[in-house]
């Protein structure tokens, strides 16, 4: 089922200077599954923590307990390293369905939808494509599947 995305990458938000959006945000209701786009291992499953680059670990028991008071504009997240200096990044996630260094296949439920760490917006999944440090746009190689407004 196609999917509607909500924000571009590259997005100023009507900002002048700095950086534009470092993903995009695909539409999505409330406790949704979030599914791994390739085979790969989890590197980072926990929270974006208020401060900057500040961010926590967390077990899926850990994350189910936590205020959303404690968490910064990410909220929720799941990264995962796929090989060839390939990640990917999954935000504002409602629940976690996976630890670090899980085993993940192509597919398989790592998360819910939510808007954890969003003061304003409704349920979305932001996710971002990283080749290194680089980001790129995921909604690219995901054409197929994206309903993109611009």
Do not use: C, W
């Amino acid at each position: 089922m196609p999917r509607l995305v909500l924000d571009y990458f590259g997005n100023k938000r009507g900002k002048k200077d700095g950086y534009g959006h470092r993903g995009i945000d695909i539409d999505g209701a409330a406790g949704e599954p979030v599914r791994a786009v390739a085979d790969g291992r989890v590197t980072f499953a926990g929270v974006d923590q208020p401060g900057p680059m500040s961010h926590k670990q967390l077990t899926i028991k850990e994350s189910a307990a936590l205020e959303s008071s404690e968490m910064g504009p990410g909220g929720l997240y799941v990264t995962i390293n796929h090989g060839n200096d390939f990640g990917t990044f999954y935000m504002h996630l409602e629940s976690l369905a996976v630890t670090h260094m899980d085993e993940v296949k192509a597919g398989q439920v790592i998360g819910t939808v939510g808007r954890s760490g969003t003061k304003k917006s409704g349920p979305h999944l932001h996710l971002e494509f990283r080749v290194g440090v680089t980001r790129t746009d995921p909604a690219v190689p995901l054409a197929d599947v994206l309903v993109n407004p611009h």
